[in-house]
């Protein structure tokens, strides 16, 4: 079975581009998060998807990121403009949530690790 | 404000040689405890959800148990494969959202 799909596994790029992270969750999960994962602040929930509806952003650090998700199959996190202290790995997770989607087991894919020079 | 702190940081120890890992928190109103396993370059993989104190769950060399305080990850006679970082998180009532700790880096000798 395929697990959650995150592209690209690296990027490297330069202060004030736009970075666009991508994933594709687990078919049938309605529920899916987005992480951002850095030595000083461990693993942090930035927003949290639910039958493709934002139902949590408050982990969002700021107005440069966004995120979206147009479909129960394809999610994105947009960082605009980028700045150094943006450099961390984003993880895209997802589950089959009924009701509580925090209590479910979640499924993670193998991240983004995003570098901003 | 709900806290996650794992200890210890890093855990060395020989193949064969059990040991503990801890995960104390502070929320109001437990809704649930999740352990998580991470290896390097890789996502978090999922373990076990804890729910009340006395709760207690296993999967192979792994069991973890949960009092109203802290969480325990027991690892018996562990064996190299089982060297990763373990994650702790909780989700209580008055969060809206799931907090990770740190982690514990677990290595295993052979």
């Known amino acids: 079975d395929a697990g959650v799909i995150q592209s690209p596994r690296h990027e490297v790029t330069e202060m004030g581009q736009e970075v666009t992270l991508r994933c594709k969750p687990i078919?049938?999960?309605?529920?899916l998060f987005w992480y951002r994962q850095t030595m000083m602040r461990g693993l942090e929930l930035l927003i949290y998807?639910?039958?493709?509806?934002?139902?949590?952003d408050s982990g969002m650090p700021e107005d440069r990121f966004s995120a979206k998700m147009p479909n129960a199959s394809f999610s994105t996190l947009k960082i605009q403009p980028s700045e150094p202290r943006d450099s961390a790995v984003y993880f895209c997770?997802?589950?089959?949530?009924?009701?509580?989607?925090?209590?479910?087991?979640?499924?993670f894919g193998d991240g983004t690790r995003l570098s901003i020079l | 404000e709900d806290q996650v702190t794992q200890s210890p940081e890093a855990l060395r120890l020989q193949e064969g040689e059990s040991s503990s890992l801890n995960c104390s928190y502070t929320?109001?109103?437990?809704?649930?405890l999740f352990w998580y396993r991470q290896d390097p370059g890789k996502g978090p993989e999922f373990l076990f959800t804890?729910?009340?104190a006395g709760e207690e769950k296993e999967k192979e060399r792994l069991k973890a148990t949960l009092t109203k305080k802290e969480s325990f990850l027991h690892i018996t006679a562990p064996k190299p494969e089982d060297s990763a970082t373990y994650l702790c998180?909780?989700?209580?009532?008055?969060?809206?959202?799931?907090?990770f700790g740190s982690g514990t880096r677990l290595s295993i000798r052979p």
């Open positions: 997770a997802s589950t089959l949530a009924g009701g509580q989607a925090y209590n479910q087991p979640q499924h």
């Open positions: 078919s049938g999960h309605n529920s």
């Open positions: 998807f639910n039958n493709n509806v934002p139902i949590d």
């Open positions: 929320v109001s109103g437990l809704r649930g």
């Open positions: 804890l729910y009340s």
């Open positions: 998180a909780v989700w209580g009532s008055s969060a809206s959202k799931i907090i």
